[in-house]
């Protein structure tokens, strides 16, 4: 992450500000960046989101391809993900310089998105035990201005709501071969139930209160951070602490409930936003990154 | 050629151009607000983002200072999900780091690197959408994030493939074309000048047609630097207005 160096006096302001629910730029405690949402960027991939968030931005892209289940769960296809914290981010990912933030991202998006509760999973199962539709989901760090968890997430669910996996055809031959056909018409294809993907909140404790959607500037005076992953019923699905500092048990849960209350608000928009643009299918001008 | 047909007999290519047209390129300067000067650029289907940090004091080992310019550094990377197979890695492999290296060269030539000793500049590219020629969009693409680094250079780097079908040259190849087994010539131009930055062909071609190419590569590297221009131009006069001047 682009480091920020914050003086003393900087960090006073900010956490009185933070005490009186009024940061920096203007926002309460529980207030979200600016944020701008975009499907359908890449066309080479099945499916894809362009999110910024403040300065922050990611680009996310999901490719289909066809797989073995896992032996442990033959019914059910799965995602892998790979985040690439590009060197277009900051000059420190240069080389290898971002595998460890890259890994560590990458691990919690598979504990959050990787089970059944999450995505329908049954629905990427073409032949149990045999076939299944494996959905590669590839993050791309182009800009970090703090909160990446979110961004990501958003983008992730975003991408996942856009992706069109082509249906198949299963034919078995007299020997009982099977033969697996792809359909020819781009329209013929699969849309992913994106009803119970979650999105993360991450809540960064500042002083004695703590912040959603936190600017970088900020994350360098707070403590500790705890990232919630809350679907659309406000269900918790996944909790982590992240940060060097600890935590007492009282404010984890004062932080739960605000983050669930947040993920809750945080879904209805979104998905508002997501239907609206599908509805204006081919007469949508596209931006991507000219606009 | 193999089944393929790279140019019709009315002289149509595969994608409805003519010999010497260039694909549609769209661009736009200062995409992002954190790094010093960024770009984006699209060159028909193929996407490239460039960011440039710099100039600042040497990183890491400072046993690479140059004591009379500055050293520029490049990282090519394409995204693992650019190209129709998904690529494993975005970068680190062989053909990346040749690709870096040649950036490296390109814009040591551009660039007016003397006016900044004992620093460097970092030249980061990434493909978002591969379709062919992923060198000459990332030069284009590269030149532009240097322009609004506000770095100086001696010219625009223009670059374009071309290859030779048929006895015709066909300017900006796309994957298709590239992929047809066409011998094809990268070049990298400064366009005032008609210096050339870059040079690199891998494949057979006699003698005599050489000229032809490398001529038919100057004049798509010109049409790209007018593009280019047009787009630095209509950048500054919104940047201005912004600002109010």
Known sequence: ?291 | MAGLELLSDQGYRIDGRKATELRKVQARMGVFAQADGSAYLEQGNTKALAVVYGPHEMRGSRSRTLHDRAVINCQYSMATFSTAERKRRPHGDRKSTEMSLHLKQTFEAAVMTQLYPRSQIDIYVKILQSDGGNYSVCVNAATLAVIDAGIPMRDYVCACTVGFVDETPLADLCYAEEGGGVSSLALALLPRGGQIALLQMDARLHQDHLETLMEAAMTACKGVSKVLDEVVRQHLQEVSVLTGE
């Open chain 1, 1 to 291: 992450m682009a480091t920020v160096q914050v003086s003393e006096a900087e960090k006073v302001y900010i956490l009185h500000g933070i005490r009186d629910d009024l940061r920096v730029d203007g926002r309460g405690c529980e207030d979200y960046r600016h944020t701008e949402i975009e499907t359908d960027v890449v066309s080479n991939t099945d499916g894809s989101a362009k999110v910024t968030l403040g300065h922050t931005a990611v680009l996310v892209g999901i490719k289909a391809d066809l797989g073995k289940p896992k032996p442990m769960l033959p019914k059910e296809g799965y995602l892998e993900f790979f985040v690439d914290c590009s060197a277009n981010a900051t000059p420190e990912f240069e080389g290898r310089g971002g595998e460890e933030l890259g890994t560590e991202l990458s691990n919690t998006l598979y504990k959050v998105f990787n089970n059944k509760h999450s995505v329908d999973l049954k629905s990427l199962c073409i032949s149990p035990g045999e076939h299944c539709w494996v959905l590669y989901v590839d993050v791309l760090l182009l800009q970090c201005d703090g909160n990446l968890y979110d961004a990501i997430s958003i983008a992730i669910k975003a991408a996942l709501f856009s992706t069109k996996i082509p249906k198949v055809h299963i034919s078995a031959d007299e020997e009982g071969a099977k033969e697996i056909e792809l359909s020819d018409d781009p329209y013929d294809c699969m849309r992913l139930n994106v009803e119970n993907v979650p999105c993360i909140v991450t809540l960064c404790k500042v002083g004695h209160r703590h912040v959603v959607d936190a600017t970088l500037q900020e994350k360098a005076c707070s403590v500790a951070s705890l990232i919630i992953s809350v679907t659309q019923k406000g269900t918790v699905t996944c909790m982590r602490k992240v940060g060097g500092g600890s935590l007492d048990p009282e404010s984890i849960f004062e932080m739960t409930e605000a983050g669930k209350r947040v993920g809750k608000a945080l879904h209805a928009p979104l998905m508002d936003l997501l239907q609206q643009e599908e509805r204006l299918g081919t007469k949508r001008q596209k931006v991507g990154f000219l606009g």
